[in-house]
T-cell receptor, first 118, second 116 residues
């Protein structure tokens, strides 16, 4: 069964510093996708970044990058040059299968609350 | 298309009452998902549809919960005989299968249920 673990319930970071949010996962399916979502206090889930299990390079999207270490089954999110607006809950998520009918539901970790200090 | 819409945004109900939530997905999306999220936790999967067919239901979905997507467009989630433990945010999401799915799902803003 697929499982996502986020061990950091909360983090405080100084503005403009980089921050790494940890995520480990477990699956027996060789084909899977990993996601990070941001959930501000307003409640909406905002997609940030995606990494496929067969992707050769780590995913990057602007200030977000995903440190994908397949052998360790980890998919840490790195936010460079943090901003006050980055304060939110961050969820790591996984889907077995990649696309089409083989793609299963996305399951989420318990989240990390990130607080950026001015 | 303005994204995934959920109605109502907030619902307060007395214990034992029935409630129904509605989700309107992005029009071309053929998959629709329901999740439940309690405070400080990640969303928990409840059920999902591909077109009008309900393909999977979580063990979390007791017999008091029922979901429908009658025409493969909007969906409803009904909770009968609500309990205080049902208080949560109910999130709906949609996606397009057999297309590029790197973006995961598009989520609605959720319906916050409070059972008093």
């Amino acid at each position: 069964a697929q499982k996502i673990t986020q061990t950091q319930p909360g983090m405080f970071v100084q503005e403009k510093e980089a921050v790494t949010l940890d995520c480990t996962y477990d699956t027996s399916d060789p084909s899977y996708g990993l996601f990070w979502y941001k959930q501000p206090s307003s409640g909406e889930m905002i997609f940030l970044i995606y990494q496929g299990s067969y992707d050769q390079q780590n995913a990057t999207e602007g200030r977000y990058s995903l440190n994908f270490q397949k052998a360790r089954k980890s998919a840490n999110l790195v936010i460079s040059a943090s901003q006050l607006g980055d304060s939110a809950m961050y969820f790591c998520a996984m889907r077995e299968g990649v696309r089409g009918s083989s793609a299963s539901k996305i399951i989420f970790g318990s989240g990390t609350r990130l607080s950026i200090r001015p | 298309d303005t994204g995934v819409s959920q109605d109502p945004r907030h619902k307060i109900t007395k214990r034992g009452q029935n409630v129904t939530f509605r989700c309107d997905p992005i029009s071309e999306h053929n998959r629709l998902y329901w999740y439940r999220q309690t405070l400080g936790q990640g969303p928990e999967f409840l059920t999902y549809f591909q077109n009008e067919a309900q393909l999977e239901k979580s063990r979390l979905l007791s017999d008091r919960f029922s979901a429908e997507r009658p025409k493969g467009s909007f969906s409803t989630l009904e909770i009968q005989r609500t309990e205080q433990g049902d208080s949560a945010m109910y999130l709906c999401a949609s996606s397009l299968v057999n297309a590029e799915t790197n973006y995961g799902y598009t989520f609605g803003s959720g319906t916050r249920l409070t059972v008093v």
